[in-house]
């Protein structure tokens, strides 16, 4: 498969072509979304709660992403790969979010970055784009502004909220971002927004009139335990944490009752030498 490159994105989104995305957070993750087939893979700071245990996406550091970003990166050979800034390591300045971004290249080996945020973020998307670093918009519902948005709810339900959305999604396109995600938002309104840009729309929550669609990982294969909240866009395509139990409990069993390790998992010592060593 060949690599996958901001311009067969722009070509691929020009035909007419979705684009498909999924989060991975280590090497294990990303290596098996790439041999799948995804167009891009994103370390997304939803590994604060799929892969570290954390209670929001707000926990998780810079050096705890771009750890993360390292081993995502060794795995994966076509996928156009992006990392997340993290909460705090890109609002302060543009220069700092400048410095972020390259660290997240150079340390990282992420191939671009996506940071949340509308009309307010253009000057910063500008410094990171005017460096080199393609930048992925991220509209609608951002999680790490939980806090001011009073949970995470659905965006874009109204005329007012919905004009937002699109002018942030037009302003991030003419900041120079390559693409923008598209939260938790009306497929009516995110299909709208989809026809009025001229980057792709990547949606998560935001329904089939978007360019291309982005979910996060451990959701989709259903790698949980019975019992967690999924967001209602989730699709469950698989059942990973059964499957994984299923192992573990068996390999529990036979160990309890010596039937594991068998003799075809055994090494063998010729007889003369067995001999040689009891005695
Ligand atoms: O952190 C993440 O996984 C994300 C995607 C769901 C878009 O931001
Ligand atoms: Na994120």
């Not at 307010?120 to 001011?148: F, K, S, Y």
């Not at 659905?154 to 937002?164: D, E, L, P, R």
């Not at 990982?217 to 259903?222: E, K, S």
Request: aromatic fraction near 6%; proline fraction near 5%; glycine fraction near 10%.
């Amino acid at each position: 498969r060949k690599k996958v490159t901001v311009g067969s994105l722009r070509a691929m989104h020009k035909r007419g072509e979705p684009i498909t995305m999924l989060t991975a957070h280590d090497f294990p993750s990303a290596h098996v979304a790439d041999a799948a087939g995804m167009d891009m893979i994103l370390v997304g700071d939803s590994l604060a709660m799929v892969a570290l245990g954390m209670e929001d996406t707000n926990e998780v550091t810079l050096e705890e992403m771009l750890l993360h970003c390292r081993s995502v990166a060794r795995a994966t050979k076509a996928a156009f790969t992006i990392g997340d800034l993290p909460m705090g390591s890109y609002e302060i300045s543009p220069a700092q979010a400048l410095e972020t971004a390259i660290r997240f290249i150079k340390e990282g080996r992420v191939q671009g970055v996506k940071l949340e945020g509308g009309k307010e973020m253009a000057p910063t998307i500008e410094r990171i784009t005017a460096a080199g670093i393609p930048v992925l918009g991220h509209v609608g519902l951002t999680p790490q502004r939980q806090n001011a948005l009073g949970g995470f709810r659905v965006q874009g339900k109204t005329v007012a909220s919905a004009t937002k959305v699109l002018e942030d999604a037009l302003a991030v396109q003419k900041a120079g971002c390559f693409a923008v995600v598209v939260e938790a938002v009306p497929a009516d309104v995110a299909a709208i927004i989809t026809r009025k840009l001229s980057i792709p729309t990547i949606g998560i929550g935001a329904g089939n009139g978007c360019a291309g669609q982005v979910l996060v990982q451990i959701d989709m294969t259903g790698n949980f335990p019975p019992g967690r909240f999924l967001p209602k866009f989730v699709k469950k395509y698989g059942d990973v944490w059964s499957e994984s139990l299923r192992a573990i409990e068996t390999y529990r069993d036979e160990v309890k009752s010596r039937q594991y390790p068998g003799p075809e998992h055994t090494y063998p010592i010729s007889k003369e030498e067995l001999e040689a060593f009891t005695e």
